[in-house]
């Protein structure tokens, strides 16, 4: 066995803690990438409004609380997405008590394991269905509505992109 299959067994060890901020960006993500338009439902629909109002506060002949009301109902709804995405991360860790822990994950070519609150879960890599990355994480999807997030900022140097490695062969191998 020569030195690099070598370090291709060695596992991956990372440690992080969910902090709002992580949990706010891994969502941004994961809404941009699966959900584009479900994401921006309330900004399109709230801007199709305002047009709306503008159109009718300048028709002759259209009651005059209409216009304003329906600007001020577009308005309303653009600022509630703006408020309801920009808080995402700080509400999702409120809810998430049990996972306020440090966790530890140790990763190799076969699975994932999951170390917390003395706990151990093995994760074989078949399970994962999809994945989403960018230049701060990857999101694993045992399933459509729930990931596992990964940190590049936890990983030791050089071991990320090992990482990624191991994600694009396990999910192309698992689509083939």
């Known amino acids: 066995m020569n030195s690099s299959e070598t370090s291709q067994a060695v596992p991956i060890v990372i440690r992080f803690q969910y902090t709002p901020h992580v949990l706010q960006a891994a969502h941004q993500l994961h809404y ?70 440090p966790m530890e994950f140790r990763i190799t070519p076969q699975r994932i394991t999951l170390l917390a609150q003395n706990h151990s879960v093995d994760i074989p890599w078949h399970h994962f269905r999809k994945a989403a990355s960018n230049a701060e994480f990857t999101l694993l999807y045992p399933n459509d509505k729930t990931f596992f997030i990964f940190p590049r900022s936890s990983f030791p140097p050089g071991d990320y992109e090992r990482f990624q490695s191991w994600v694009q062969q396990n999910l192309a191998a698992r689509q083939n």
């Open 32 to 101: 941009r990438t699966f959900f584009p338009l479900k994401g921006r439902v309330l900004l399109l629909v709230g801007a199709v409004v305002v047009v709306c109002g503008m159109v009718l506060t300048v028709l002759p002949g259209v009651q005059a609380w209409l216009g304003p009301a329906l600007l001020a109902y577009g308005l309303l709804l653009i600022l509630f997405h703006y408020y309801y995405f920009s808080t995402i991360g700080r509400r999702v860790y409120k809810r998430l008590q049990e996972y306020r822990q």
